[in-house]
Structures are given as C-alpha cells and as structure tokens.
C-alpha cells in the first residue's frame, strides 16, 4: 500500500475500546471542520463534519467535539473495529472557497 | 450514485515533461478542488473551481493550472515536472453553491504521479 504520511502519531487499541483522536487547528476564524479516514491505497472517506456554530455532533459510532476557545477538534469513535484501522485526518475551512487545511494525520491501530 | 473518479490512476513521467489528469465529480456536485499529497507535506489545497471559475488557489508556483469544463468535470495540469512533483494527487467534489464556501467534500481514489 502507499503511505500516507512518515512518522505519523499513532493510537492503538484493542478491538471493541473506544478511540479519541485529538487535533489543533490553527486559524480561529475558520467555520467549517471535518475529519477524514484514509485507507492505504485509497483517497481520503469523509466520516463527520462540524460547523463552528456547534459545539458537538454526532453520527453512526463517531462523535466530533470543537472547542473553539482552545482551537481543538477530536474524534470519538465507539467501539472501534479493526476495519476503523486507518489514518486520521483533521481539516478546517480556512481562507475561501472549499479550501482545507489538513492536519498531518494519525494512524489508528486496531488489535484483536 | 458514481463516486467521484479519477484518472489515470498511475502515471510515470520524465523530469520537464508536463502531464494532465482528469477528475470526474459526483453527479450533481459543481465544485471541484485539488489536492496534492506526500509523504513530507501531507495534503495540501492546489485550487477549486466551481461552475468554470477558479475561486481560490493554494500556493503552488504556477506550473500548476487547472480548468473545469460546463459538465463539471475538471483536469490539471503540471508543465515542466520537478522530481518534487512526485505525489499522489486527490480531487474532491462537492455540491457548491454561489457565495457559500464550505460544504461536505468527497474524495476520489487519486492519481500516483512519480516523476523520474
């Protein structure tokens, strides 16, 4: 597969535990943010989105929270499967159009 | 519903050589952004066109161009390739709407681009 990123931070878990991946974005004027799930191989798989009018929000196993005061998004995933072995991406909507500023990614490890 | 679609998936080019890649967007998605990933740089915003107009640019030299056509569909292009320029290269559509600047954007499989 290709790699995604070198030296990325890793989080490992065991099947059935919770996972939170954290990320800092950097500009606080920034009203739009979404965490991605890229598989080797494949492109980015958009997972949940947030406005900045909000504060939390969740879907299907997964919760984002933003907290605006300290310019901090994370991912919670519920029960974590070894399918949810990926890597983890953070973007925010900052300067315009459709532009996304992308973390550097986690790698989420799942183990049996 | 298609995803969004790319191609060609691989490409193999020869430093100074130029190349162009296609992008297709989900149907009904008038906004196409790009995206250019590597190992050192991860994902980095190249431009995004909606309805034929660029409306925004990422810093990129100029090397780097696109288009989008009346159908949505988009390509790029990248004249006088630079080892450096080896990358996998994403384009992500989304619906797009006049004045809104943000909204779910979806992915394809992306282009290898490996310049020797």
């Known amino acids: 597969g290709e790699s995604v990123g070198l030296h990325l931070p890793t989080l490992s878990v065991q099947e059935g535990d919770n996972s939170i991946i954290n990320c800092a974005y950097s500009n606080s004027a920034s009203d739009y943010f979404i965490w991605y799930k890229q598989e080797s191989g494949k492109g980015p798989q958009f997972i949940i989105d947030?406005?900045?009018?909000?504060d939390k929000r969740q879907g299907q196993r997964v919760t984002v929270l933003l907290n605006k005061t300290v310019k901090h998004l994370s991912l919670q995933i519920a029960a974590t499967q070894p399918g949810d072995s990926a890597v983890y991406f953070c973007a925010e909507n900052s300067g315009g159009y459709n532009k996304l500023i992308f973390g550097a990614g986690t790698r989420l490890a799942v183990h049996p | 519903k298609a995803g969004v679609t790319q191609t060609p998936r691989y490409l193999i080019k020869t430093r100074g050589q130029q190349v162009t890649l296609s992008c297709s967007p989900i149907?009904?998605?008038?906004?196409v952004s790009w995206y250019q990933q590597t190992p050192g740089q991860g994902l980095q915003f190249l431009f995004e066109y909606f309805s034929e107009t660029q409306r925004n640019k990422g810093n990129f030299p100029g090397r780097f161009s696109g288009r989008q056509f009346s159908n949505s569909r988009s390509e790029m292009n990248v004249s006088t390739l630079e080892l450096g320029d080896s990358a996998l290269y994403l384009c992500?559509?989304?619906?797009?709407?006049?004045?809104?600047?943000?909204?779910?954007?979806?992915f394809g499989p992306g282009t290898r681009l490996t310049v020797t």
């Open positions: 947030i406005r900045s009018n909000m």
């Open positions: 992500a559509s989304s619906k797009g709407y006049p004045g809104l600047s943000s909204y779910e954007q979806y």
């Open positions: 149907s009904g998605h008038r906004s």
